[in-house]
C-alpha cells in the first residue's frame, strides 16, 4: 500500500551517539515516490541521511527528525524544497513518526496542486454530501468542479434506472452557458457513447489521438476541444452514465490528474445514486399518497365533472405535469373527457390542439393506438414522436408551437376487457425527472381506478336519469291552469339520487269548477315506493270519479295499499276537494298522517289547517277527519311533505317555525318566489345534502271565483 502511494515515504533507522542521542539516520526503504526524486535509488540504502539530503539540515526538518527519535513525539511541519537534483521544487509539508525505538516514518508531501486538489475535493465532497437531488448535484458540477479543474466544456450523460433511455445535459460551457437536455443513444460512435455503454475511461492530450479513436464524431469538435477525458458514473458494477472534460489548453493527463478526476466523479456519481434512490423512495410514497387520496376522493362524488376533477387534482403536478383523459364516444373515437396543466398556458395550448386535431383511432401512436390496441406507450424521445404522429404540415407545425414535454406515458382505460379510454401523464422539458417503466404499473393501477369511478359516476348517471325519468312520471306534467288562481310547485329528491323518491303531488279536475289537491310521502325509496306512489295516485284518481268526498277517496287508498303489500307499507297523504264554484272557495281537507297545510291569509295571519289522522296502510279503519274551510281572495296555501319541516342541522329541525318566517317575509310577493324562498331556506338550512325528499305545493287567490267555468 505504501509503495504506491503519491506521497514520498521513507523509513530510517536512528544513529546515535554514546549518550544515546539520536545523531542522525540511515535510510532503509524508499517508496516509488520517494525513490523517483533520488539520482540513484539503489545506492542511497544504507547511506546516512543528512549525506543524501543535506537540505534537510538547513531547513531544520532533519533536527524534527531527531526530536522524534530521541522523544517519540510525532512531529509535522513544511518547508520550501529548492534542490531541482532530488525533488521537484515546491511547497511541502511533512510528518515523522517513531515506529520502535529506532526506526522514523518520514512522509514527504507536495503541498501545492496536491494541496489544492484536496481542498477542492473536500469542498466538493462536503457540497455532494448535501446534495438531494441530481439535479443539485449536476449544479456542483457546473458551479465547481469543471471550472476548477479548467474543463472549458463540459457534459454528462446520465440513464434513467430500469430504463434504455439516456439523457445529455450539456451542463457546463464557459462560452455558451448551460444548454437544455437532449435524448441520446449509447450506440452512437461517440467517446460518451463507448464510456456510458462500457463503463471505460478515455483520455485524449491531443485531438488527433481522439479523432484517430472516434472519427465519426470528429465534427463535434472545434479548435476549443484540444484535450479531452470521458469517465464513467460508477457506482459499484452500476454503470449511472459518463461525464466529459474537455480543456482549451493541452493535457498530459499524468496518474495524478487522472486519479483527481476519478475521484471527483466517483464522489458525483456516489451522490446522484443516493439522490436516486431517494427520489425513488420520494416517487413511490407520493404515488401511495396520490393512490390514496385519489380513493378517498373518488368515493366522495358520484359525479362525473367532480369525479375528473378529483382524478386530475391528485395528480397534477405532484406526480406529472400535465394529465389528460380520452373516453370512447358513441362513434368509438377518442373524445377529451379532462386535462390539467400546472402551466395554464400550456394547458390552454394543449386544449386548442386536441380540439382542433382530435386523436384518432387509426394513429400509429398516441391516445388513439393505446385505445385502439389496449397497450401502454412510454414515450421519452417527444420530438422524435411528435413528427411521426403529425397529420399534415399544419399539424406538425401546431404540435411543434406546444412547449415540448420530456416524457409521455399513455395507459389504456379498461372495463370488463373493453378499453373505454386512455390516461396520458406528461412531464414538461425542465423536469429532470422522466417517466420509466417503473411509473408504468404506478399509471396502470391509477388509470384502473379512475375507470371504475368513470363507470361507477357513469352508471350512477344513467340510473339517476332513470330514476328522474320515472320520478316525473309519477308527478304532473305541468300544472293546470286555475281562473283566478295562481299556482306553484318544486319537488326535490333525497341525496340518493339514484332511487325514486317517495313524495308525490297530485291535481285534477273533478267537474267544471271544483278540483282535487293530493300531496303525500310513501315509505321507503326506489322501484317499491314508486310503485306505491303509482297505487296511490291512480287509486285516489280512480275513486275520486265515482265518490270525490275527501274521505272516501283517502279510505279507497287505504284499502288498497293493504290490499297490495308484500311486505308492510304505508303512506301519508294531504287530500283536499277544492270548490271554485260557491260564492268563495271552499276547501275539504283530510289528513292521513300529513304534516298540517299553512294558510296565510290576505292580512299576513298564518294557521295550520286540518285535522291530524292516522297512516295510510296500517290500520284497516284508519281514524280520518274532514275539515271545511273558506277562502278569501289574498289568501295562500302552502302543502308540503315531512322532508321540509323534518331538514336537520347539528342543533335542530327547520320545523313548522321556519316555514312561518318565510311566509312572514314572502308576503305580498308573487307564489313563485314563495315556493323559491321555502325551497331555498330547506336546502340552505345546512350544508349536508338532502337527506329525504322535497315536496312543495302552493296556492294563491287572486280574486273570488263564482260559478266560473274551468278548463280540465
Known sequence: MVEHLPDAVTLSTAVRDPGGQAVDMRLQYMNAAARAGQPDPDAAIGRLCSQLWPQMVDNGSFDACMRVLNSGEVEHGAFAWTEESTYRPADYEYQAVRTGPDHLLWVLRDNSARVLRAELLAAVTTGLA?????????????????????????????????????????????????????????????????????????????????????????????????????????????????????????????????????????????????????????????????????????????????????????????????????????????????LRHHDPDQERALGGLLRDFPPRLDAEGGIGAVIRTGHHELITNVPGTLDRLARSDEHRAALHRLVPASSWLAVPMSHSGTVIGSMVLTQAADTSALFTERDIPFAQELAQRATQAVVNARRYTEQSHVAHTLQRSLLPKRLPELPGIDLAACYHPGAEGTLVGGDFYDMTPLTDTAWSLAIGDVCGKGPHAAALTGLVRHTARAAARTDADPLSVLRAVNTAILADQDSPSFCTAAYAHLDLGARSPRLTLVLGGHPRPLLRRADGTITALGRPGTLLGVLDEPRLHATMHSLRAGDTLVLYTDGVTERRSEEAMLGEEGMRHVLERTHGLPVTDLVSALERAVIDYTSAPLDDDVAIVALHLRQASQGTPLSP
Request: proline share 7%; aromatic share 6%.
Open 130 to 338: 448535501a446534495a438531494s437531488t441530481t439535479e443539485e448535484v449536476l449544479q456542483i458540477l457546473t458551479a465547481s468542479i469543471m471550472p476548477a479543474v479548467g474543463a472549458t466544456v463540459g457534459a454528462a450523460v446520465l440513464n434513467e434506472p430500469d430504463s434504455d433511455t439516456y439523457v445529455v445535459r450539456h451542463i457546463h460551457d464557459a462560452q455558451e452557458g448551460p444548454r437544455p437536455p437532449v435524448p441520446f443513444s449509447v450506440t452512437a460512435p461517440y467517446p460518451m457513447a463507448h464510456t456510458a455503454r462500457t463503463g471505460r475511461a478515455l483520455f485524449f492530450t491531443t485531438p488527433s489521438q481522439r479523432s484517430r479513436a472516434f472519427p465519426e464524431a470528429a465534427h463535434f469538435f472545434t479548435d476549443r476541444y484540444q484535450s479531452t477525458a470521458v469517465l464513467p458514473l460508477r457506482t459499484g458494477d452500476r454503470l449511472l452514465g459518463a461525464v466529459s472534460f474537455h480543456f482549451s489548453v493541452q493535457h498530459t493527463f499524468d496518474p495524478a490528474e487522472r486519479a483527481f478526476l476519478t475521484a471527483l466523479v466517483d464522489h458525483c456519481a456516489l451522490a446522484m445514486e443516493r439522490a436516486r434512490l431517494r427520489a425513488a423512495a420520494d416517487g413511490a410514497h407520493s404515488q401511495l399518497e396520490v393512490l390514496s387520496e385519489l380513493g378517498r376522493l373518488l368515493s366522495s362524488s358520484l359525479d362525473p365533472r367532480t369525479t375528473f376533477d378529483n382524478i386530475v387534482d391528485a395528480v397534477v403536478p405532484r406526480i406529472a405535469d400535465g394529465c389528460l383523459i380520452h373516453l370512447t364516444g358513441r362513434d368509438g373515437q377518442p373524445v377529451l373527457a379532462t
